[in-house]
């Protein structure tokens, strides 16, 4: 990168030991991997801000404390170079929206934009400027509890959403004081980690690697990302944050990046324990000549570089190329012209859960949940005809309704289940029923005896905020065993049930399937939850959440996913016949191959009907497009919104394929007994891949185009590609 006049002059003025202090990020105090609440005046940084050791601090906010930091940088150091402030503002600041693997089931980009927006401008508010989002790494696999934070497990829904909430948080212009940095994380391929477990080791062939994980960070970068953090896990035996192939030569010489690249947590130092650096100055020189450029909490560049420097182990540019991409991104959020920009008190005062961010949070909350399951119609319930039971420790539980990184977040703001569900009908009954974890029985008998004087019973149960998110791995995906011990025991009471699923993965819901008459993944909702629920359990809103990742029967299918590659023997038997017979084919003895909800499904209270899909022509060249057609009819009695899929197939190439892969989306919103006409437009670039010699093309021969509503239920249609040369 060619960097401005104002940089090169500050370069060219730092002492060693300040280029170190502009490549050290500290968080605001000593708490791991949380945030530092700070409102309040503290003098803890000062002395270090002063003499230039520090480049910026994370996970601090408020207007009165952050200007008061940049003040010590400004005026009381000796170049007056403003401060970095990051955040974690995953999915919001004070105003809480859906986890983003729960709004990403909306499937709607508009919306997802509109959110991360908002996060931006409440964050902007308080003084933050830089924020460690989006994140873009493919989630596989359900034990690992990160799967809550990223869009699920397709690439290309996961680009298109992760270059959606780019353009929210960045908003128009850089430079504007509601606009706030985006980091993608992490690269590359964190959610591949063995067994599902955080931090753990990668290894991956250089296909799997480019053809599922690498392609939605590359599509938030081209969104305008301007900052890009490393990951924890090692890939193919070298650490993320000092590894050349992924840092220099993909995201460097191939794809063009020219931002700052930033480390995550104390991963610098991290590389020791790894096993492939000897100590922190060893690390350090790996880690700046693979191209991280800033240091996140290991402290290993501010005491390492002066001495690597003047030994010669560490050459004076690479030190300056990362100085340079620091200073870089002050200079273009405008803190060198402004460095006040971010933090208002008057902004604070009207952004922070405004009404119109409460009303955007109610419906992305309303589109994130899922319908799975919806028997003789259980619902929507008939608000003041029905008797209802509600109970299960998420029933009437606040804090968790915010879920996993929401620490700057009130835990008593969000709106509980039944908060909402007395706002429709007062005399809705409660009982907890069971604990969330714990395994006993001294709750069942109030909600047993609920259940007995009710209509209908209502359970919310599932994973509560710290079951899933960083460092929440899990063995089992199911309920946890007092849960199911629950249903199982409220069934006997005869009366229908309706469960709702908090969760922040796909979990392995096959008992609860049967012992249920209707099923809703609630997620993790945010600050509306309960509003959001129960808009939908009394029928005011019309479900139309569609899966963005698969859920699976049992743990054992995991790592599970729809984009599959056939095997040489793939099973061809009947999933209703027992399973004795010995197939010597790719299948399982206990358990269908198929998910228990395949990735894009979700009902609605009213039905859709497509037809056939219809191509404009049956052979495609390059240059050229094919336009697929279908009609979607709402057949039911209510306006209702679905997601029209388009999936493709290439028959026959020189690597086994998937054999669908989600290539475009359209949601759709209809009358009762309206019709419309969809239109795809198909072109080479959707057929490209990496092909055996790992090069990226197409390559000629007959495909298959295949449209629904989910990824299971599909039409079906072919054409031929012709490579004319």
Not at 542 to 548: Q, R
């Amino acid at each position: 990168m060619q960097f401005s006049e104002r940089v090169r002059s500050l370069i060219s003025q730092l002492t060693l030991e300040e280029k170190a202090g502009q490549l050290n990020f500290l968080v605001g105090d000593l708490f791991m991997t949380g945030p530092t609440m700070k409102t309040t005046a503290s003098n803890k940084f000062d002395d270090q801000i002063k003499s230039g050791e520090i480049t910026g601090l994370f996970n601090i906010y408020g207007t009165e404390y952050i200007h008061r930091l940049q003040r010590l940088a400004v005026e009381e150091s000796r170049l007056g170079i403003p401060l970095l402030i990051g955040a974690d503002v995953i999915h919001g600041l004070k105003t809480v929206f859906p986890i983003p693997l729960g709004e990403s089931a909306s499937w709607n980009l508009d919306l997802i934009k509109k959110t991360a927006r908002a996060a931006a401008d409440e964050s902007t508010a308080v003084g933050i400027n830089f924020n460690f989002a989006p994140m873009c790494d493919i989630g596989l696999d359900a034990r690992w509890g990160r799967v809550a934070e990223g869009a699920g497990e397709d690439p290309f829904l996961a680009g298109e959403i992760s270059a959606a909430r780019v353009k929210g948080f960045q908003g128009e212009h850089l430079m504007d004081e509601d606009s706030l940095a985006a980091c993608v994380k992490h690269i590359a391929a964190y959610g591949g980690a063995e067994a599902g477990r955080d931090y753990n080791t990668v290894h991956l062939s250089e296909l799997k690697l480019r053809q599922t994980y690498l392609p939605a960070y590359k599509k938030a970068l081209e969104a305008g990302a301007v900052t890009v953090m490393s990951s924890f896990n090692d890939l193919n035996g070298v650490p993320c944050t000092a590894n050349e192939f992924i840092l220099k030569k993909i995201l460097r010489d191939e794809w063009g990046f020219e931002g700052l690249i930033v480390s995550d947590w104390a991963s610098i130092s991290e590389t020791i324990a790894h096993g492939t650096s000897k100590d922190m100055e060893d690390a350090t020189v790996q880690c700046l000549k693979a191209g991280t450029d800033l240091d996140m909490m290991a402290e290993a560049y501010l005491t390492c570089i002066p001495q690597l420097v003047n030994s010669g182990k560490l050459s004076p540019e690479t030190l300056d190329h990362a100085v340079g991409q620091v200073l870089h991104l002050k200079e273009i959020l405008g803190l060198f012209d402004d460095p006040y920009r971010y933090g208002n008190l008057d902004r604070e005062k009207s952004t922070l859960k405004s009404e119109e961010y409460i009303n955007l949070a109610r419906q992305a909350a309303e589109e994130s949940i899922v319908l799975l399951k919806n028997e003789n119609q259980t619902l929507p319930l008939q608000a003041g005809k029905q008797k209802i039971a509600l109970v299960g420790p998420l029933a009437n539980n606040s804090m968790d309704m915010n879920g996993t990184w929401s620490f700057f977040a009130e835990p008593n703001d969000p709106v509980t289940f039944l908060q909402g569900f007395q706002s429709k009908q007062p005399e809705v009954e409660y009982a907890q029923g069971c604990e969330l974890y714990e395994s006993t029985e001294k709750h069942f008998a109030e909600a047993i005896n609920l259940a007995e004087k009710s209509d209908i019973v209502v359970l919310a149960l599932g994973e509560s905020a710290v079951m899933n998110g960083e460092a929440a791995s899990r063995s089992e995906i199911g309920l946890p065993e007092n849960q199911l011990d629950l249903i199982k025991t409220l069934k006997k009471v005869g009366k229908p049930i309706v469960a709702l699923i908090s969760a922040g993965r796909p979990l392995a819901l096959t008992e609860v399937e049967e012992l249920c008459d209707a099923i809703l993944i609630t997620w993790s909702l945010g600050t509306e939850a309960g509003n959001a629920v129960a808009n939908l359990i009394f029928g005011e809103v019309n479900p139309s959440g569609k899966l963005p990742v698969t859920f699976p029967r049992s743990v054992g299918q995991v790592p599970m996913h729809y984009q599959l590659t056939n095997t040489g023997r793939p099973y061809e038997g009947d999933y209703s016949e027992p399973r004795s017979e010995r197939i010597y084919q790719s299948k399982y003895r206990d358990v269908q191959n198929s998910p228990l909800y395949p990735f894009g499904y979700g009902l609605s209270y009213t039905t859709f009907d497509m037809s056939k899909p219809e191509l404009s022509k049956e052979a495609l060249k390059p240059g050229e497009s094919i336009t697929l057609k279908t009609t979607v009819k709402n057949t039911g009695e209510r306006e209702g919104t679905t997601v029209v899929q388009l999936y493709l197939r290439d028959l026959v190439a020189s690597v086994t394929r998937p054999v669908k892969e989600l290539k475009a989306f359209q949601r759709v919103k209809l009358n009762a007994g309206e019709s419309r006409s969809i239109l795809f437009k198909i072109d080479v670039e959707m057929l490209k891949f990496y092909r055996r010699d790992l090069s990226y093309g197409f390559e000629a021969g007959d495909f298959k185009a295949m449209i629904g509503m989910d990824s299971e239920q599909l039409l079906e249609t072919t054409f031929s590609l012709f490579d004319e040369g």
